[in-house]
């Protein structure tokens, strides 16, 4: 393990531009549920019911149970894993994340160039009148279920990317460009399966890009890594900014 970790700090501390691709599992210690595994998501919600866009405009409840699942994500609070990732990008070791999730944790730890593929939680439209809501401003509602804008409609829609719809072309694009030109690139906490956000660090493998994965689980891609960790994100990312940032720490006295 130790050895592993030295050389991807060192590979990493090399490389002029590292990207960090997350999902999930990074959010996973600041306890939001995963999607798949034991104690996910799906084990317990219809996804057909709770998360394609066709169902929501016909009937939101389920997917309100499932987001009143996810308000867990209101007193979620970043772990050491978020805050090494900011602090990182600060000192100018990290260009940027590009992030599956949208509780919007690396935000919350500081982190600057954030690229949400899924959108956000954070900010809500009315599909009707077009009024706009924050999490926080309707988080009673989701508490009891009924979640209505001040016009009677019930298709309040979170800024999130449901199934059935595509991927804000923007976020989309720049993070392809970047996932091409870097020359690391780190996936947290994402078991890849998951389209066409998983091509991003395809993109970066197919380029050249140096690869380390950090992921409880194995999954179907580890053949496409340089340094696999089989950790938790809240203790391998650490670790890696102790000895990036020791070291210079180290150079600079
Ligand atoms: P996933 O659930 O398919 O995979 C998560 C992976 O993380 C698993 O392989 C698991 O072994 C690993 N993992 C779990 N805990 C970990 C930890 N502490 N450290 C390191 N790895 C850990 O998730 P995915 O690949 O992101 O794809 C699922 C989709 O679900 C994404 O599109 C995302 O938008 C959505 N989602 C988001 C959130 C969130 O915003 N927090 C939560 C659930 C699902
Ligand atoms: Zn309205």
Redesign the pocket.
Known sequence: MEEKLMETASAWKKARRVLVF?????????G??????PG??WNRFDVEKAAYLQSFLTDPRPFWELARE?ML?AEARPHP?HYALARLEKKGYLQGVI?????G?HQKAGSREVYE??GS?DRLDCLDCQREYSWEGISGEVESGEVKCACGSKKVKPR??FFGESLPREVMDRSMEIAGDCDLLLV???????FP??SIPQLAWQRGAKMVL??????YYDDMFNWVFR??????LPELEKIILGGEQEENN
């Open positions: 997350t999902g999930a599992g990074m959010s996973a210690e600041s939001v549920p995963t999607f798949r595994g996910g998501i996810l994500k894993g992030t599956q999730n949208i509780d944790l593929l899924h939680l999130i990317v947290v906490g994402s078991s890849l399966g998951v956000a998983a950090i992921n409880s689980e194995k999954t950790k938790s994100a809240g203790r391998v």
